[in-house]
Nanobody
Framework: QAQLVESGGGLVQAVGSLRLSCAASGRTFSSYALGWFRQAPGKEREFVAA????????NYADSVKGRFTISRDNAKNTLYPQMNSPKPEDTAVYYCTGTQKSSYISGNLRQYDYWGQGTQVTVSS
């Protein structure tokens, strides 16, 4: 059974950086496109970033562009996003996701097949 597990969330200072990770198990995700979504209280889940199976194509939401870097290590079946200069408005539950569409990097959450359980990120000013 495919499983995505996020880690690295918690309380972060606005002047610091945030590093999350997502470990995939039960299935080889090296051929899958992977991504991150987030959901703040009272808001809909929104796209943050996505990366193609090879890592050669990436896409970022305007709200995080320039501050968020997504990367992956297919040998370890792990996804690595890093956010620099996080803002209080980045506070949300962050979800790792994957799709069998190996080059899909757009933000339509209905196109993603697998989801992690989410990890809470709280940014203090």
């Amino acid at each position: 059974q495919a499983q995505l597990v996020e880690s690295g969330g918690g309380l972060v200072q606005a002047v610091g950086s945030l590093r999350l990770s997502c470990a995939a198990s039960g299935r080889t995700f090296s051929s899958y496109a992977l991504g991150w979504f987030r959901q703040a209280p009272g808001k809909e889940r929104e796209f943050v970033a996505a990366i193609s199976w090879s890592g050669s194509s990436k896409n970022y939401a305007d709200s995080v562009k320039g501050r968020f870097t997504i990367s992956r290590d297919n040998a370890k079946n792990t996804l690595y996003p890093q956010m620099n200069s996080p803002k209080p408005e980045d506070t949300a539950v962050y979800y790792c996701t994957g799709t069998q569409k190996s080059s899909y990097i757009s933000g339509n959450l209905r196109q993603y097949d697998y989801w992690g359980q989410g990890t809470q990120v709280t940014v203090s000013s």
